[in-house]
């Protein structure tokens, strides 16, 4: 489905580790031709950059600390600002907070609609498919043993993580939750709110994702929100 010219693509994903967003973000990214903005990346970015935010969120990071709402806002809101994001923008990471989603209301104040897409897994599927991924040894890209037996990338072979036992994903899926669950309650009774079936292959989840994407910005398109 084509979205109608003119109209402005604004996406936020939502997914618990393991749920495969970063991939699908990515690709539904780059069939839109929309830049894929992911909080590490921003920080990363301003930090080169050396804007005054990106000096703050060094000095934050530097001494230990997690960077607060005020300057992750700031850096959001700097780099949506930027040209490339003006058709649109998948945003993968933002926002983590209630108060980060209020201030990307304002932020998308006469922007267009921001449809924002939850992709669900059951805890029990993504503790398998945490304990089942694996690193390549070759190039370092991320794959799960689920779906393949090689890197998809360079053929290469993949080797195990240290980190991904099932007492440790489940506190982190627990974290998650906890964190999250206040934000999807914020978006999802919106009409462009749209909850996606993540325990599918995942080219299966990326056509859904688009099908419900662009649904949703159409009916947005009407409503204005
Ligand atoms: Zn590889």
Redesign the pocket.
């Known amino acids: 489905m084509r979205r109608r010219s003119g109209a402005a693509l604004n996406v936020v994903m939502l997914g618990p580790p393991g749920a495969g967003k970063g991939t699908q973000a990515e690709r539904f990214a780059q069939r839109h031709g929309l830049p894929k903005i992911s909080t590490g990346d921003i920080l990363r970015d301003a930090v080169t950059a050396g804007t005054d935010l990106g000096r703050i969120a060094r000095a934050t990071m530097d001494a230990g600390n997690l960077v607060g709402d005020d300057v992750m806002i700031g850096i959001v809101e700097e780099r949506l600002a930027r040209k490339d994001a003006k058709p649109g923008f998948v945003l993968d990471g933002f926002p983590r907070t209630v108060t980060q989603a209020r201030a990307l209301d304002d932020i998308m104040l006469n922007r267009g609609p921001l449809v924002v897409v939850d992709i669900v897994v059951p805890e029990d599927v993504l503790v398998r498919r945490l304990a089942a991924r694996r690193i390549?040894g070759?190039?370092?890209?991320n794959a799960l043993v689920e779906w393949t037996t090689s890197?998809g990338?360079?053929?290469?072979v993949l080797i195990q993580r240290t980190d991904d036992g099932e007492e440790i994903v489940r506190e982190r899926l627990n974290v998650y939750h906890r964190q999250t669950k206040p934000l999807v309650d914020y978006y999802s009774q919106r009409p462009t709110f749209r909850a996606i079936d993540g325990n599918q292959p995942p080219d299966v989840v990326t056509a859904s994702l688009d099908r419900a994407i662009c649904q949703a910005s159409t009916v947005a398109d009407g409503a204005r929100l």
């Open positions: 390549c070759s190039c370092g890209s890197c990338k360079c053929g290469g």
